[in-house]
């Protein structure tokens, strides 16, 4: 994806600020990230409710929300659980090895999430239960974890929402056994628009494609989400259990109370 940003020199100058890191290519990747975030919002607004919509609803019927990610994709799900201004609800669904780049070596986690069989571990061993929504982020969407993770969750009755880059289904194959991808196996599907490889700078004097922007967008993806599911709660006269910054005045007492409240749907901290 170019955007019409991408620098491949000439008259643009890669040989002056920006071929030194200066703020002209600086400037060039928030362009790209800002036209990204421009068309998620443009193109996606219908999907977003939608998903803002079926968390509210789960809320509000009881349920639980869960959010996983592989890799760098983790980082998006890691955003959205135990955050102030946040819905309190939000439980990371970890898989042990896949969630970050701390394991060693660090490519062990791009190999797991081609296991077949691992979301399906997983799941059983979760606190998952029928009516929960489980949202899965994967920028490809081609491994087989993600795809077994969706396929897997909505046997067990889960409604899965999937945060992915459907450029992926059109230019690349599947990893998994079925031949399908993360969005052929979602309720909802947030697409990111992030193109395949996720780079959106170039330079003549840059032998690879740079400036990756599928955490910016996907992040705004999540955040949005959660937006829009706290004002469906309220629109049903819900109180969203939103949590509050520690660093402000009364925000712990605001979060003890929610934990309170909501415990049994919370996983991520230990109830005594």
Known sequence: MTNGLVDGGGAA?????????????????????IGLLTRVRDEESGAIAAAGELMAETVAAEGRLFAFGAGHSSLAAQDVVYRAGGLA??????????????VMPATL??????VDGLAAAVLDSSP???GDVLV?????????????MALNARAL???VIGVTSVAYAAETKSRHVSGTFLKDHCDVVLDSKIAVGDAELTLDSVE????????????????ATMAAAAAGLAARGIQPPLLRSGNVDGGHDWN??????YGGRIFYRHQP
């Open 89 to 102: 609800l939000m439980n990371l669904l970890s898989v042990p090895g896949v969630v970050g780049v701390d």
């Open 256 to 261: 003890g109370r929610v934990f309170r409240e």
């Open 136 to 148: 899965i982020v994967s920028l490809s969407g081609r491994n087989a974890l993600p795809v077994e």
């Open 109 to 114: 986690g791009s190999a797991l999430e081609r």
């Open 157 to 159: 009755g889960l409604k």
């Open 128 to 130: 998952v239960r029928p």
């Open 208 to 223: 690879a494609p740079f400036g990756p922007a599928s955490t910016v967008v996907v992040s705004a993806l999540m955040q």
């Open 13 to 33: 100058g890669t040989g002056r600020a920006e071929g030194a890191g200066g703020a002209g290519i600086a400037g060039r990747y928030l362009d790209a990230a």
